[in-house]
Nanobody, 124 residues
Framework: QVQLVESGGGVVQAGGSLRLSCAAS????????MGWFRQAPGKEREFVAA????????MYPDTVKGRFTISTDSAKNTVYLQMNNLKPEDTAVYYC?????????????????WGQGTQVNVSS
């Protein structure tokens, strides 16, 4: 069992930055790959970034590549998502997920555990 708690969401103007955190706890947390997804109202959950705890297997979709950076702190069992040059279309609830087996993935059904989400609002 893995527990995930996201934090760091908020309201920011277009062009601004936010850093989201995902604190992971539970058994063998470091054996899971980690990912960030987001879901805007009326839309499906969308992949944002993924990594393993060693910084390998990092993936981003084209919509955030060059603006978002995923990183980990194994000592704190925390995954971060640094979001720069935010756009109004980045507005969504952001979720952290854990995927068993250690290999990163970009499909939400691959993930075994999810946090409760943190809201990000980007104003124009």
């Amino acid at each position: 069992q893995v527990q995930l708690v996201e934090s760091g969401g908020g309201v920011v103007q277009a062009g601004g930055s936010l850093r989201l955190s995902c604190a992971a706890s539970g058994r063998a947390v470091n054996s899971y790959a980690m990912g960030w997804f987001r879901q805007a109202p009326g839309k499906e959950r969308e992949f944002v970034a993924a990594t393993d705890w060693n910084g390998g297997g990092i993936m981003y979709p084209d919509t955030v590549k060059g603006r978002f950076t995923i990183s980990t702190d194994s000592a704190k069992n925390t995954v971060y998502l640094q979001m720069n040059n935010l756009k109004p279309e980045d507005t969504a609830v952001y979720y952290c997920g854990a995927l068993s087996g250690g290999s990163t993935g970009w499909l939400d059904w691959q993930y075994d555990y999810w946090g409760q989400g943190t809201q990000v609002n980007v104003s124009s």
